[in-house]
C-alpha cells in the first residue's frame, strides 16, 4: 500500500517535471523554429561585447605614463663631468705653458737685435739683458716676502748680480764713448 | 592586471617625487657638470691630439658660457666666481707672453691660487717643477668644484638647520 503511494508521488513529480519542461520550451516550438534557427546561423555568432574604452586604454596609458616618467628621470638626472687627468693637464701645460719654457735670455733682446748694426744690436741686447736680469730679481724679491722669508743671497746669485752690474757698466761704457766719438 | 597598474603607479609616484625633490639644485648641477667636463674635454682633446691651437679660444667660449649660465641664474655665484678663476688662470699660464710682460702676474696669481687651493706656496716659476705644481692645483679645483655641485643639497640642509637653531651633525 505504502509502495503504491510511492509510486504515485513519483508519477506527480514527474509531471510537475515534465510540464516545467514543456513551458519552457513553449516559446521555441512556436512558429518555424528550423526557420528561426537557420535565420540565427545565416546571421552568424553573436559579437563579443567589446571592452570599454577607459578599460581598454588603463593599462597601456599606465605604462606609457611610467615610461615617460623614468626617460624624464633619465633625461633631467644632471649627467657627472668626465674624471680629471692630471697628466692630461701636465701634458698641456709641458707644450703650450710659459711655465714650461726654461729662463733663457728674453725673446725682446733678440728682436731688438735683428737688423741693426752689431755695435748697436750688441748694446741694446746686453742692455736688454740687463733690466731682464734686474726684473727677474725684483719679481723674486715681492715673492719671497709674501711668503714671510728673509732675502739671502748665495754666492752665485751674488756672482750673478756682480756680472748683471759688470754688463751695466759695460753698456754704459759703451753708450760714453759713442756719445763721445759723436 | 590590477597589480601590474598599480606597480606603474606607484612607480610613476616615486618618479615625481624624485624629481621634486631635486628641484633647483639639479639645475644648478646639471649647468655646472657641463661646464666642468668641457674643461676637463678642452685638456684631453689638447694632450691627444698635441696641437694647442685654439685653446685660448675655448677658454674664452667656456668662460662665455659660465656668464651666461650665470645671468640665467643656471649656476650660483660660488660656482661661477671659482670657475671663472680656474679659467683665467689656465688662460695666463698658457698665454703667448712675449717678453715676458705678464710674469709679474702669473707668478702673483699662482702663488694665490696655489695657497688657496692646495695650501702650497709656489715651489718654482719654471721648469717641470711648476708645471707640475700649477697642473696638481688645476686638476684640485676641478675636483674641489665637482665635489662643490655634488654636495650642494647636504649644504643646503645644513644651512637650514642652522638657521633653525639646530645642532648639526657635528654636536651629536
Redesign the interface.
Known amino acids: 500500500m505504502k509502495r503504491t503511494a510511492d509510486v504515485r508521488d513519483l508519477e506527480v513529480m514527474d509531471r510537475l517535471i515534465r510540464d516545467e519542461i514543456e513551458e519552457a520550451l513553449g516559446p521555441f516550438r512556436a512558429g518555424d523554429s528550423e526557420k528561426r534557427l537557420r535565420g540565427r546561423i545565416a546571421q552568424g555568432p553573436e559579437p563579443v561585447r567589446s571592452k570599454r574604452f577607459l578599460e581598454r586604454a588603463a593599462v597601456p596609458a599606465l605604462l606609457a605614463a611610467a615610461a615617460g616618467a623614468v626617460v624624464l628621470m633619465v633625461v633631467t638626472r644632471p649627467s657627472v663631468p668626465r674624471p680629471v687627468d692630471l697628466a692630461d693637464i701636465v701634458e698641456v701645460l709641458g707644450r703650450f705653458s710659459t711655465l714650461a719654457r726654461p729662463a733663457a735670455e728674453p725673446s725682446a733682446a733678440t728682436d731688438l737685435a735683428a737688423g741693426r748694426p752689431e755695435a748697436t744690436a750688441g748694446l741694446e741686447k746686453a742692455l736688454a739683458i740687463a733690466a731682464w736680469l734686474k726684473d727677474e730679481d725684483e719679481r723674486k724679491a715681492p715673492l719671497r716676502e709674501s711668503l714671510g722669508e728673509v732675502p739671502s743671497y748665495s754666492m752665485e746669485e751674488r756672482m750673478r748680480i756682480l756680472f748683471k752690474d759688470k754688463i751695466i757698466e759695460r753698456a754704459l761704457e759703451i753708450v760714453k764713448e759713442k756719445s763721445k766719438e759723436a | 592586471?590590477k597589480r601590474?597598474?598599480l606597480f606603474?603607479?606607484g612607480?610613476?609616484v616615486l618618479?615625481?617625487v624624485?624629481?621634486a625633490g631635486?628641484d633647483g639644485a639639479?639645475d644648478v648641477?646639471?649647468a655646472g657638470?657641463?661646464l666642468?667636463?668641457k674643461y676637463?674635454?678642452a685638456?684631453?682633446e689638447?694632450?691627444?691630439s698635441?696641437s694647442?691651437a685654439g685653446?685660448e679660444n675655448r677658454l674664452r667660449a667656456m668662460a662665455d658660457d659660465a656668464k651666461k649660465a650665470k645671468d640665467a641664474g643656471e649656476i650660483d655665484r660660488v660656482f661661477f666666481t671659482r670657475y671663472s678663476r680656474l679659467l683665467a688662470l689656465s688662460a695666463l699660464?698658457?698665454?703667448?707672453?712675449?717678453?715676458?710682460l705678464?710674469?709679474?702676474v702669473?707668478?702673483?696669481e699662482l702663488?694665490d691660487f696655489l695657497k688657496d687651493v692646495t695650501g702650497e706656496?709656489?715651489v718654482a716659476?719654471?721648469?717641470?717643477e711648476?708645471?707640475?705644481q700649477?697642473?696638481?692645483a688645476?686638476?684640485e679645483e676641478?675636483?674641489n668644484l665637482?665635489l662643490y655641485l655634488d654636495t650642494l643639497e647636504r649644504r643646503e640642509a645644513l644651512k637650514k638647520a642652522l638657521s633653525e637653531g639646530k645642532p648639526g651633525p657635528w654636536k651629536k
Not at chain 2, 93 to 100: I, M, R
Request: hydrophobic share 60%; with cysteine.
Open positions: 592586471m601590474c597598474g606603474f603607479l612607480l610613476i618618479a615625481v624624485l624629481a631635486e639639479a648641477k646639471k657638470y657641463a666642468l667636463d676637463v674635454a685638456f684631453q689638447i694632450a691627444s698635441g694647442g685653446l699660464v698658457v698665454a703667448a707672453d712675449q717678453g715676458n705678464l710674469a709679474p702669473v707668478e702673483l702663488a706656496d709656489v716659476l719654471r721648469g717641470a711648476a708645471v707640475g700649477v697642473a696638481r688645476l686638476a676641478v675636483i665637482q
